[in-house]
């Protein structure tokens, strides 16, 4: 199944890219998305101070998504605006 | 209560907004209007702040909206950019009406600090044609713990 991979900020750096497609046998859970990226990107995706979206929806910081076919996840780290 | 919420993708007039806002606030006694900035100088020639669409502006909204419910206000406007800005340009506006002053500035205190460090954006900056990703400051996480203990 396709899934859609979305880096944010120096994520964007980390990844190479903003965003990429994968696919998955499905359902995919979190571990089975980083073992198929980059080890350099899956480290930098491991950082607990990240927070995770599917489809645009933010998740609690201890969930464990299980992904389905088409779903969006997006990478977010710590914000700085203003 | 009015409030609203928009991102901007391009460059917008602090002036003319709170220009509007004032005439559309006329029962209010005071109104506090806070602009953030891209600063002249330190090298930076550029500065981009970047957003998720699905969570930037509904989170922006969701921020105006707890921030009229906890102060009596008669108005708020937040307006932040996204995109590439260069020195001078602004970043943000919060725009705070009520009938007292107290309540305005307080508003728009509690708006910067949740836009600063709650708000989904990654912002990054160009010295000597090098981009580098601004990490969350201490002081910014300080700022917003400032409301968990006060009302």
């Known amino acids: ?82 | 209560m009015a409030c609203e919420a928009s991102l901007a993708e391009s460059a917008f007039d602090p002036s003319a907004e709170i220009t509007r806002f004032t005439a559309a606030h006329a029962l209010a006694g005071g109104i506090v209007s806070f602009i953030g900035q891209v600063r002249v100088g330190e090298g930076v020639e550029a500065l981009e702040l970047r957003h998720y669409a699905p969570l930037t502006l509904p989170g922006m909204v969701a921020l105006a909206e707890a921030t009229v419910t906890r102060w009596a206000l008669d108005g708020l406007s937040i307006i932040h950019r996204s995109g590439v800005m260069l020195p001078g340009e602004p970043i943000v506006l919060v725009l705070a009406a009520a009938r007292h002053r107290r309540d305005a500035f307080a508003a728009a205190d509690y708006a910067m600090d949740h836009l600063k460090s709650e708000s989904w954006f990654w912002k990054r900056e160009k010295i000597a044609g090098i981009w580098r990703w601004i990490e969350p400051r201490a002081q910014d996480y300080a700022d917003l713990a400032r409301w968990d203990r006060s009302v």
């Open chain 1, 1 to 82: 199944m396709p899934l859609r991979l979305v880096f944010l900020g120096r994520l964007e750096d980390a990844a190479g890219m903003g965003a990429t497609a994968l696919d998955l046998p499905a359902p995919a859970t979190l571990p089975e998305v980083l073992a198929r990226l980059p080890a350099a990107l899956a480290a930098a995706l491991a950082d607990p101070r990240l927070r995770l979206a599917v489809n645009g929806a933010l998740l609690a910081a201890d969930a464990k998504p299980l992904l389905a076919d088409g779903d969006e996840l997006a990478f977010l780290p710590p914000v700085s605006g203003g």
